[in-house]
């Protein structure tokens, strides 16, 4: 992972010059008093409709913030009571999910005058604070969280506040809602999109008077489900982390309906089934989800609520056509293999990677997401080197690949899968092959991966590596040109590999939030010599210890 850190230097650089220019442009738009007054008008001094929640909060960790510990990503954060957001701003992730205000339900499920009053009391501060436009705690995603959030624990924190708060509260929640009504146009395209549009439809429908268009949002709503989900129910953006808060945003979206006696919109309602099949199939047998495209395990308890809620029957496919995705289920393995090509981000992310696991043990990850860290580990974790996959070991970042193609068998139990990555460059063209078997029973897995390339009149050396990302939990220990890893139940296998110097290397892992764990990687160093090089690699089981 040291190393994948130091590919991503340039590429960090390159996006933090487009950042800065991106956030200097957006301070000359809205961070100027004439935008400030443009954002003041009339507001109510109460809700017409009061909206549920359809999720509830943990008690536990409502006590928790009652004691100025706030849970947010996936740590508990002590913070001061007059401005908590001052503690944060170490921990972007953390100062995201507090000013998303996603915490107030957890307030809620503990209940009493003491919640509420810390409720109030940190809304007041947050809106004589954030009364402007800022970029961080007004950025859009986080702003159509903590409407959704205002409007739907309403009920919750207002109860015995003064005329005061509700004066300061409801102007601030105005001002907001002009800002996302203005900016909305220019973001048809975010991945943002459908969380968006959910909190302009609470606001359409929770707001006397509302300046939104509650028809003219539904329709944009119906765009987006239709713009943004495959056919598969896959989000275009191919995380499945993205995949678990759209079906948490589509399902709070059908709450309003349902409380409203409103029919739903007919794809919202057959979005629903598809979207919670491909959650279901990101599942490890641990309930966390994949690690892959910036996505973190996320809590099993969580995404069986959601699932639940969404009411799915049947088993997932084990094929995911259009994104891409494959699912290899022999005995107590499980492949989770990506074919698919990346829809969006600020870089490519490195095709045919994948994980696998025995039962509820995790064996081979991809390193996980940088989002709780921010800054070089962001990008550090997009790259090929923190995936279990193919490292061309001279490229800063691999491009994106021109064509992805797959094919696959299964029969009597066992499980085959070939696909194949194509970067086409000026005056070469590089292709990955990886082929993966596994047979009935799940104790033997085998991959062959080939690498080939078409380069007129230029013979370098190409150096390459296959990584082989270990889970935190397992113990790994390398015995000549095989490594023996070790699960915490006592299973365990040997992974050999020949066509490569094979190494034992250190790793980190990021897959659960707020945690960088030290852990191990093998690596199958190998060269491209001519037009190709090939490695072939096993994992079977070793006996029980």
């Known amino acids: 992972m040291a190393m994948a850190a130091q590919k991503a230097k340039k590429t960090a650089a390159t996006d933090s010059w487009h950042n800065k220019l991106a956030s200097s442009l957006k301070n000359l738009s809205y961070n100027n008093p004439l935008y400030s007054a443009r954002l003041n008008g009339p507001a109510p001094s109460y809700l017409a409709r009061n909206f549920r929640d359809p999720w509830g909060g943990d008690a536990a960790l409502g006590a928790q913030i009652l004691s100025c510990r706030l849970p947010l990503a996936g740590l508990l954060h002590k913070v001061g009571r007059a401005k908590p957001w001052q503690n944060l701003a170490a921990a972007p992730l953390a100062e995201e999910e507090f000013h ?26 947050w809106t004589q604070e954030f009364s402007d436009w800022c970029e961080k705690s007004w950025a859009p995603r986080i702003l159509a969280d903590r409407i959704y959030m205002w409007l739907t624990q309403y009920a919750f924190f207002t109860f015995s506040g003064d005329e005061q708060f509700q004066k300061s509260f409801f102007q601030s929640l105005m001002r907001q809602l002009r ?69 948490r945003d589509l399902l709070e979206i059908r709450a309003l309906f349902t409380q409203m006696n409103l029919k739903l919109p007919p794809n919202l309602s057959s979005s629903i089934p598809a979207i919670a099949r491909g959650l279901r199939f990101m599942r490890h047998g641990d309930g966390g989800l994949a690690a892959f495209y910036d996505a973190f395990e996320e809590q099993a308890g969580n995404l069986d609520v959601m699932l639940s809620a969404a009411n799915i029957k049947g088993r997932s496919p084990d094929f995911l056509e259009e994104s891409g995705w494959y699912r290899m289920q022999a005995g107590r393995s499980l492949v989770i293999f990506d074919a698919g090509q990346a829809q969006d981000g600020d870089l490519p992310h490195p095709p045919l990677s994948f994980e ?98 078409s380069q007129n009149g230029i013979r370098e050396i190409l150096p390459f590596c296959l990584r082989f990302h270990l889970h935190p939990k397992v113990q790994a220990s390398q015995a000549q040109q095989s490594v023996i890893l070790r699960l915490p139940s006592g299973a365990g296998f040997r992974l050999r590999a020949s066509g490569g110097q094979l190494a034992l290397e250190k790793s980190v892992y990021l897959g659960q939030k707020g945690l960088v764990q030290k852990t191990l990687q093998i690596v199958v160093y190998g060269e491209l010599l001519h037009s190709s090089g090939q490695i072939q690699w096993s994992m079977q089981k070793e006996s029980k210890k």
């Not at 919640?115 to 501060?125: C, N, P």
């Not at 959910?198 to 929770?206: D, G, P, Q, S, V």
């Open 100 to 125: 998303g205000f996603y915490w107030l339900k957890h307030l809620h499920a503990v209940g009493g005058d003491a919640a509420r009053q810390l409720g109030r009391e940190w809304i007041h501060a």
């Open 179 to 247: 800002h996302l009504l203005r900016i909305y146009p220019k973001l048809e395209n975010s991945k943002d999109r459908i969380k968006i549009l959910k909190a302009l439809l609470y606001a359409a429908h929770a707001l006397p008077d509302s300046p939104v268009d509650a028809e003219a949002v539904t329709l944009e709503l119906e765009d987006a489900i239709n713009q943004q989900i495959l056919s598969d129910g896959i989000h275009a953006g191919r995380c499945p982390g993205q995949q678990a808060h759209i079906l």
């Open 356 to 453: 696998m696991s025995l039962a509820r043990e995790r064996v081979i990850v991809n390193c996980g997401s940088g989002l709780a860290k921010g800054g070089a580990w962001e990008n550090a974790c997009k790259i090929a080197g923190a995936r279990s996959t193919l490292d061309i070991l001279n490229l800063p970042h691999q491009p994106l690949p021109a064509r992805i193609t797959s094919q696959r068998k299964a029969a009597n139990g066992y499980h085959w899968l070939e696909a194949k990555a194509e970067w086409v460059g000026q005056d070469s063209t590089l292709s990955h092959t990886r082929r993966i078997y596994i047979n009935q029973q799940g104790d033997d897995l085998r991959g062959e991966d080939y690498v080939e390339r």
